[in-house]
């Protein structure tokens, strides 16, 4: 049985395409790999954060769902992570990117954050977080790793910033085995170097759950998503709950949101990035909605 370490990924969707001024309050923004408060497993400490390696660059408009999140935490710390726009006021992306967060804001519309000559960034203030109520940063099988935003105000429906739709309840959303899906990552394209890059993008294909529980000691749930990636690509130490893409029967559909992975981050490495399957959270997610729709 193959063993290595693992750590929790992040693929972060980011559209940032005009000058955005820095908010002070986010200086020195810490992405949740650099947690010293991550998850352990049996072994190892788990951290939260993936980047696409040797991925394409993305362009304005071509992933206007994919949102960058700014949050303070508890600890008066400023952390990074990813999400997918399910509804104009509503975010889904992973709890342990919610877990012991006090307030931040949510950036749409761009693929480079604070930087580039296209475009503007809408920014709006986040208003209540729902983590998994199952979700514990203690359980070692990091089942339950997805969570809910929802915004103080919508963000407008423009070219560049819209929403990706949920999967049915149906067959062809959950058992997706084969499937091609595409994953987004904003931050260091090269592990050796940390920091912030344009959004890139990747493709992966679903792997059967029995063949992804060869890598990991813990046990993979039917409420996860496996995938691997093609040669010479690879996700990797970046931002976490971004959301992975199918395009089933010509629709586009969020079917994942990226949970953890492998802490070998070579280019071309076969080793599964896992993400919760958002099929088996519906009930879940469409009770939240309907709880705090006021």
Partial sequence: MLIHSILLLIILHLTFCSEIPRPSEFNDITFASDDPKGIKS??????????VINGFPATLGQFPHAIFLLMKSDTNKNYGCGGSLVKLNWILTAAH???????????AGVVDIFRGPYGSAEKI???QMYPHPKFMTSNPNFQYDIGLIKLLEKF???LNIGTIDLPCNCPEH?????VEITATGFGSTDVKTPGVSPLKYISMTVMEQ???QKYFE????DSMLCSNTSLGMTTCLGDSGSGLIANIQNHKVLVGVVSFGNVYCSAGSSFPSVSSK???YLDWIHETFDSNSA
Avoid: H, W
């Avoid at 990117?97 to 950036?107: H, P, V």
């Avoid at 959950?174 to 084969?178: A, D, F, K, T």
């Fill in 218 to 221: 813990i046990q993979i749930q």
């Fill in 210 to 212: 029995t063949v992804c």
């Fill in 174 to 178: 959950y058992n997706i085995n084969g």
């Fill in 97 to 107: 990117c919610l877990k012991n967060k006090m307030y931040g804001f949510a950036y």
């Fill in 125 to 127: 203030e986040l208003d």
């Fill in 156 to 158: 407008p429906e423009t």
């Fill in 278 to 280: 958002v099929s088996s």
């Fill in 42 to 51: 049996q072994e190892n400490l788990l951290r939260t954060n993936l980047r």
